[in-house]
């Protein structure tokens, strides 16, 4: 059985956390655990085309555009086969996996989409603090940008 990684429901994943392997971009369950690494780093090098992270298709058709910072999924998915190329020793994979990464963070940051992403998390965060000020109930939404920079850098978040 596998899981997206969109699973929002916390509480299964906590009760399923020691079953459950990164495949790249899916999760698998299992009952006996197995290298997963192995079946991320096939995915990624053999399997998954990734043109589209490499050249987005958001920036060659004006307006058309989407949550790019959906694929920051690939930077959660793939931290894990980035230490195992830089810990092996595949320098030649862990630059091209780590210039994917970096890519695809640096788009979200310096697209016109970023822009409009940027204003957008401003005014939501303006608008908790003028919640929070009033003292009305605050869910954060919080900039994570940061965090998977670290990720990619290879430093716990």
Known sequence: MYFSQFVFQKDLLEALKN?????????????????????????????YLLDYLRRPWVCYHPGITYNMTANWNYIIS????????RTSGDKNQYVKLKNLLQGILDHTRFSKAATEYEKMIEA???RQLEMKEKGESVIKIVDRRD???????GVEP
Do not use: H, T, W
């Open 78 to 85: 793939f931290a894990p086969l980035l230490q195992f190329y």
């Open 147 to 153: 965090e998977f920079q670290k990720l990619i850098d």
């Open 19 to 47: 079953k459950l392997y990164s495949e790249g971009l899916v999760l698998k369950y299992s009952l006996k655990p197995y290298n997963n690494i192995a079946v991320a780093r096939k995915n990624y090098e053999q399997v």
């Open 124 to 126: 939501v965060m303006a």
